[in-house]
């Protein structure tokens, strides 16, 4: 097993920056995946970003540029840091952990960015 907890959440102001951080512990391995998703209020959860061990990453179109993940390897530990925040970027921002086919999920940080 896997347990994943986020911080880093809060409200922002149009145009601010948060950096989110998530922990990974228990059954590490260490060729895995981390990443993050996001769920708006009435929509479906969706993809933000990923990053590999050996460094690879990945962005929706949506973040790309403004969105900047990292992660510490030997902490465990994946972040996220996002600038020029907009309020429609709001929603509650769940981090994952993947290796072998199984994903692992955090129970999930707010993200509120007023205007």
């Known amino acids: 097993q896997v347990q994943l907890v986020e911080s880093g959440g809060g409200l922002v102001q149009v145009g601010g920056s948060l950096r989110l951080s998530c922990a990974a512990s228990g059954n590490i391995w260490s060729n895995n995946v981390m990443g993050w998703y996001r769920q708006a209020p009435g929509k479906q959860r969706e993809f933000v970003a990923f990053t590999s061990a050996t460094g690879s990453s990945n962005y929706a179109a949506s973040v790309k540029g403004r969105f900047t993940i990292s992660r510490d390897n030997a902490k465990n530990t994946v972040y996220l840091q996002m600038n020029s925040l907009k309020p429609e970027v709001t929603a509650v921002y769940y981090c994952?952990?993947?290796?072998?086919?199984?994903?692992?999920w955090g129970k999930g940080t707010l993200v509120t960015v007023s205007s």
């Open positions: 994952y952990y993947r290796y072998g086919g199984v994903n692992y």
